[in-house]
């Protein structure tokens, strides 16, 4: 009932051509109106780029000159105690290889500077 009513009024007209030229028409509309809003916004974001840049630029003129800080004196880190130090990373190990921790020996640790 639905359908003979529609079909009656033109919405659904599938007599030969329109309907090929209908979906071409909603395509090409569809993709054009897809392209405008991205070069839209590719536009508006270079806009704002550019009037940041010009507003930054000011900003920065009108800063007082950049004075170095005194160097302050870093007490020194306390020594981890190295009993405990050995037992986490042997801990961690044993973890990773899949073994006992009392299968694992550590002969020597050296600390590495970043």
């Not at 090929?20 to 974001?45: E, K, P, Q």
Request: proline fraction near 5%; glycine fraction near 8%.
């Amino acid at each position: 009932m639905l359908y003979a009513e529609a079909a009656n009024t033109g919405v659904l007209s599938f007599q030969s051509g329109t309907y090929t030229t209908d979906t071409l028409l909603t395509f090409v509309l569809g993709l054009g109106i897809v392209f405008v809003g991205l070069v839209s916004l590719v536009a508006i974001v270079k806009c704002m780029g550019w009037i940041m840049g010009k507003t930054q630029r000011k900003s920065v003129a009108m800063e007082p000159p950049h004075v170095p800080a005194m160097p302050q004196q870093h007490a020194a880190a306390p020594e981890p105690n190295h009993g405990e130090l050995v037992a986490a990373v042997s801990a961690a190990l044993a973890t990773v290889m899949g073994k006992q921790v009392n299968g694992i020996r550590i002969l020597s640790m050296k600390k590495v500077d970043d």
